[in-house]
């Protein structure tokens, strides 16, 4: 059987799920603060449909499978979600991205069903700024989850830290330093203009280099070269040597890394997204629930690859073309 070749020739590998348009926070960069309206329980993809579809998918050569939302961890029984996936024959790399507020409550059960590693969304070091930037979560919760993710052994950890100029910039060196004593992988992302209700304006946004020059200003960071830790994905890894972490750059504004995007997502709605930054999508859902044969959908996919745009042009007109918030899409 091929695998997933797109028209400018990328291989797809790399397969996000969205299992929720749900979430128990608020980011101020993710979502309006009214809220999304929700889908309802009908509309989102059951279990069984999110494994038929990422097992023919996994048949066809993704094997990486990222599970995310909305918040992941709030959706039941996510733990048998990934125990069927993980006995996918093919997956190598079975991973969440999660707030980590949850976390506490789930670590042990995400590793017996089969999770490796984690990436936990965590944006500023000050209680009183995380709850501002969250719309009300607790840091300390977070923090309790990523002590109990570490005693279950899921490894690497990596924390996504969005950089807000004029919010939490000014902590980018206390999130460097973190990584000295701890062994995190902080990852630090461009703001994204995403969806239509984002307060993202181009001044809110720094570029990779001008986050890596101030942590420079501390001490030179060693680049590491690319699979030395083989989890880098679109991130740019460096250390401080010696540290017990190291520290990403993730570039999806100031250098798009669209060359070698290996990624497809699938909404929890069963749509499927070639693009974060592109709003044409392909509805699984309708042929999925008309008993249709796991050729039809195979050729649904194929069909969905050939809307997959080369790149995703300058910035500054992404919000006209992408008009769902982050939370419905699954970053
Ligand atoms: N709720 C989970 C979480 O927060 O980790 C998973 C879903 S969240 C949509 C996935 C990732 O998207 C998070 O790391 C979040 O920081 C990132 N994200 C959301 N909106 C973003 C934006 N406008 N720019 C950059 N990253 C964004
Ligand atoms: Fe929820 Fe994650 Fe979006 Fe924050 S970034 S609102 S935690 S989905």
């Not at 990222?66 to 733990?79: A, N, Q």
């Not at 977070?142 to 919010?167: T, Y």
């Not at 592109?278 to 249709?292: I, N």
């Amino acid at each position: 059987m091929n695998g997933l070749v797109d028209p400018h020739n990328r291989r797809l590998n790399y397969l996000r799920i969205s299992i929720t348009d749900r979430c128990n926070l608020r980011c101020r960069y993710c979502m309006p603060k009214e809220g999304v309206s929700q889908f309802g329980h009908s509309e989102i993809l059951s279990y069984e449909e999110i494994t038929r579809l990422a097992g023919l998918a996994v048949k066809r050569g993704i094997d990486k499978i990222r599970i995310t939302g909305g918040e992941p961890l709030v959706r039941k029984g996510v733990s048998g979600l990934i125990q069927k996936l993980s006995l996918l024959p093919g997956v190598r790399d079975l991973s969440m991205t999660t707030n980590g507020v949850l976390l506490r409550e789930f670590a042990r059960d995400l590793r017996r069903a089969g999770l490796k590693r984690l990436n936990i969304s965590m944006d500023s070091l000050d209680p009183r700024k995380y709850r501002e930037i969250t719309r009300g979560g607790e840091l300390n919760r977070v923090w309790e989850g990523i002590e109990a993710a570490r005693r279950e052994g899921i490894h690497p950890i990596k924390i996504n830290v969005v950089v807000i100029a004029g919010f939490n910039e000014t902590e980018i060196e206390d999130f460097a330093r973190l990584t000295l004593k701890e062994p995190l992988q902080v990852r630090f992302i461009e703001f994204m203009p995403i969806g239509e209700g984002s307060e993202w304006k181009p001044e809110h946004c720094i570029s990779w280099r001008d986050m890596k020059e101030r942590i420079e200003r501390i001490s030179p960071l060693l680049p590491l070269a690319e699979g030395e830790n083989g989890h880098g994905g679109p991130a740019r890894l460096f250390k401080w040597v010696p540290s017990a972490g190291e520290i990403g750059f993730i570039s999806p504004v100031s250098d798009h890394f669209c060359g070698s995007c290996n990624r497809l997502r699938l909404t929890a709605d069963g749509k499927l997204r070639t693009c974060l930054f592109s709003d044409a999508v392909t509805d699984l859902k309708p042929l999925l629930r008309s008993g249709a044969a796991d050729d039809d959908l195979e050729k649904k996919l194929d069909e969905a690859l050939l809307t997959k745009p080369l790149h995703h042009g300058p910035m500054g007109g992404v919000m006209k073309r992408c008009h769902l918030p982050m939370v419905k899409i699954g970053g």
